[in-house]
């Protein structure tokens, strides 16, 4: 069953497209979806950019072009479907989340169409421009901890003490927003023993943030170092039993985390592996099979986990709670701070989308979520 757009909703809105590989982007008119049974449709006020917007227009990465792009949104409810399980929305409720699915849930458009289970509801006191820069990467950082480390992450969050509390955790790539995300979680679950690699810039922060001990990626001897850090192996294991690859980049992060990693280490990488950053002249090269990068570079034994946190809903769990509940929780007890922002500025929708596509293209985002207006009114 659905349902008729209320009087008031354009049946058409603006959505900024990718055209071809590398090409400038462009608006298209495409239809407003009105909301079937547990739907909800949200007139977008804000967005952000991230690495997969630029994997997706100049690498093509998954996508046929024309393709709709963006996977946050900060709106506003503008009509409910019926038959909504849960008796916590509103139109008018301000709203922020994390799609990926179908056209009708892409971010870079005026009006979206999603489910429930989609959606937050933002908290008193958070903007909805630090919200729409914490959804995607706090749920990779959710689903990745999980799903390929195995590790326990219980809501509500038990009183006493984690029994993976002096387990390092090595969080490489700690500045990016997966990394900040990730830095966070652990420690409000309980794990205390988070190294995190970054520029030494972002060292202080991460502390704050959660990091028992940071180390520079620039450093010639990283690795050394933080094999010195984390000594003996306990009881058999790894040395290192975690390695969180925030960024998977080929020469960037792989190469050195495969002299970290050892027989039993588990290694979740972000996919894509970007064998070639995209650059102004160059189409960027990508892999999404972990196993075929590097061969022959793994020692025996090392797991390695390709991260895709587009299968996060086949936790049941998560699937009803995380965006509806625990996300809007954990923002509005102050447990995890948005990532620091950068607005992008310019005219139109499409500049702004365009503006930020050149940012991530001259890898000029170091530290900062690119945030953007999506609506004009
Ligand atoms: N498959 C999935 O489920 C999934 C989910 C989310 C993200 N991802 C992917 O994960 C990657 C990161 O996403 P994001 O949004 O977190 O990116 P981001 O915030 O834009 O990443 C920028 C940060 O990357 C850091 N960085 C760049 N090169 C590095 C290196 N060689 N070593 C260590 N740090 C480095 C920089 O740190 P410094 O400032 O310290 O240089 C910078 O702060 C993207 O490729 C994205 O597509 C995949």
Not at 43 to 49: G, I, K, N, R
Not at 63 to 84: N, R
């Amino acid at each position: 069953m659905s349902t008729a757009l209320a009087p008031t909703i354009p049946p058409t809105h603006p959505a900024v497209v990718t055209t071809a590989p590398r090409a400038p982007l462009a608006t298209l008119t495409v239809p407003t979806v009105p909301p079937g049974p547990g739907q909800v449709l949200i007139h977008v006020l804000w967005t952000s950019s991230t690495p997969l917007d630029l994997h997706q227009a100049d690498g093509g990465l998954l996508i046929t072009h024309p393709a709709l792009m963006g996977s946050s949104y900060g709106g506003v409810v503008a009509q409910l479907g019926p038959e909504q399980p849960r008796d916590h929305l509103r139109v008018g409720d301000k709203v922020f989340g994390f799609t990926f699915r179908g056209d009708e849930e892409k971010c870079h458009q005026t009006y979206m169409t999603t489910d429930w289970y989609m959606v937050s509801k933002l908290p008193e006191g958070v903007r909805m421009e630090e919200a729409v820069a914490v959804s995607v990467n706090l749920v990779t950082a959710f689903h990745t901890l999980t799903a390929d480390f195995g590790l326990e992450l219980p809501w509500p969050v038990p009183a006493g003490e984690n029994r993976e509390r002096d387990t390092p955790i090595v969080v490489w790539g700690a500045a990016s927003s997966v990394g900040n995300y990730a830095v966070q979680v652990l420690r409000h679950w309980g794990f205390e023993n988070v190294v995190a690699v970054a520029r030494a810039k972002h060292h202080e922060y991460l502390k704050e943030l959660g990091a028992k001990v940071c180390f520079d990626y620039t450093d010639g001897d990283v690795v050394e170092k933080v094999l010195r850090y984390v000594g003996e192996g306990k009881e058999g294991k790894p040395r290192v039993p975690y390695v969180l690859d925030c960024i998977g980049s080929l020469e960037g992060t792989l190469k050195k985390i495969a002299e970290l990693a050892e027989r039993g280490t588990k290694v979740a990488i972000m996919l894509p592996v970007i064998v070639k950053h995209a650059t102004e002249k160059e189409a960027p090269v990508y892999e999404m099979d972990v196993n075929k990068v590097l061969p022959g570079a793994w020692k025996e034994g090392v797991e390695l986990k390709g991260t895709r946190t587009h299968f996060y809903l086949q936790n049941e769990f998560f699937k009803d709670h995380l965006q509806s509940e625990i996300v809007p929780a954990l923002l509005e007890q102050g447990v995890i701070k948005p990532n620091k922002l950068k607005i992008v500025e310019g005219k139109t929708m499409l500049e702004r989308a365009e503006n930020a596509r050149q940012l991530l293209r001259s890898q000029a985002v170091s530290g900062e979520k690119l945030v953007w207006r999506v609506a004009d009114e």
